[in-house]
């Protein structure tokens, strides 16, 4: 039986990452591979489902706390995955995100066993010195996936090997929204990054005309972005928004909250491939997206199967909300296209095809 070890940071939270993680382990696991995930966290729980016979391991290496610590903290994340690595033996290992995939590059060293770094973020989002990580680690992977074309053909000039493989969405049903709630649903942590700062600043310009309508934003609180989220219920309480904004922690159910809202809007200042976009076109709701690098773009056809605005423009995010509150039609036709859009691009079986490709080039 073929072994497939994944190395990430946590599988306890519920962001991009760990679902995506939790995708792909349950569909190799579901088809008869030995599947392994190690993280970083003492808690090897996981927040989304498995399937049965996945193991999560931690090598228990605590987060550094300074820049000084970081280098160090690096070096023994390298020495504790290799200790794992051959004890473990998989026949391939999957870095997720960049530090687990530079690491697992330089873990396996002459050990003979194929790594394939998978990103999940725009490609010029990082910081400086994962960059300058990823420079030098890159060249040496036997494959680099990414999740937009774009970055893509950035990434073959590091790695020839470099791939293009989406997320894929489950479930994904063929179903017509129908929701009568006045819900506008966003998801994501409260991070800079989700633009919810901009999103709350759109709201506030049209929200006094819509009183029935509520803004619904559900997501964590990130350790060490407390001051952001508390400028977030600052703005909210300032503008007088307390009766039309409405803050939710993460949740397990997020696809009811999806099946209850009238339309979806994504307001990042960046992104890879947002899962939480696919997962609302998925269940055929009318989505609004900032064109932020990336993603957004490749999934949707501006009018067609949702709307796309000009990233960080608070203004035409309004016009684009108040468009999809008065028209319930439009929002039904662009609803239903985003559904057929994610059947045919991004659904469990047209991924898999595509990870069973790149497995078989690396040797697995």
């Known amino acids: 039986m073929k072994k497939i ?3 990430t940071g946590s599988m306890s939270k519920s962001g991009g990452i760990e679902r995506v993680t939790a995708n792909l382990a349950n569909m190799w696991a579901e088809d008869g591979y030995c599947v392994e995930i190690v993280v970083l966290d003492r808690d090897t729980s996981s927040f989304f489902k498995l399937a049965t016979g996945i193991v999560i391991n931690t090598i228990n290496l605590k987060e550094y706390n300074s820049k000084i610590e970081m280098i160090p903290w690096f070096i023994k994340m390298v020495y504790y995955f290799r200790c794992y690595i ?7 290992i999957l870095g997720i995100w960049t530090s687990r995939a530079a690491c697992a590059i330089i873990s396996a060293a002459f050990l003979k066993i194929p790594v394939i770094a998978c990103e999940h973020i725009a490609f010029y989002e990082l910081r400086r010195g994962l960059q300058i990580l990823r420079k030098y680690t890159y060249p040496y992977a036997n494959a680099v996936v990414s999740l937009t074309k774009n970055d893509t053909e950035l990434y073959k000039k ?62 964590r609180v990130l350790i060490g972005y407390e001051d952001y989220a508390k400028s977030l219920y600052d703005f909210v309480k300032k503008n007088d928004l307390e009766d039309s904004v409405i803050f939710q922690d993460q949740t397990k159910k997020i696809l009811e909250e999806y099946d209850k809202a009238a339309f979806f809007v994504l307001s990042s200042r960046f992104e890879g491939l947002p899962m939480v976009l696919l997962e609302a076109m998925s269940r055929g709701l009318a989505v609004i997206s900032f064109d932020c690098p990336t993603g957004p773009k490749d999934v949707i056809t501006d009018k067609k199967n949702g709307i796309l605005v000009e990233n960080g423009n608070i203004e035409l995010l309004s ?17 239903e296209n985003a559904n057929v859009e994610i059947i045919r691009h991004y659904s469990n079986e047209f991924v898999k095809k595509c990870w069973d490709n790149l497995l078989s080039k690396v040797g697995v």
């Open 5 to 7: 070890l994944f190395f």
């Open 319 to 335: 016009k684009a909300i108040e468009k999809l509150i008065n028209d319930k039609d439009y929002r039904n036709y662009l609803g």
């Open 158 to 219: 590091m790695n020839k090997n470099s791939f293009t493989i989406v997320n894929a969405v489950e479930p994904i049903y063929k179903i017509k929204h129908l929701s009568n709630e006045k819900v506008i649903l966003a998801v994501g942590r409260l991070v800079p990054q989700k633009g919810f700062d901009i999103l709350l600043k759109s709201w506030n310009l049209i929200s006094k005309s819509y009183p029935n309508w509520k803004l619904k934003i559900v997501g």
């Open 86 to 92: 051959k004890k473990s033996k998989p026949d391939v």
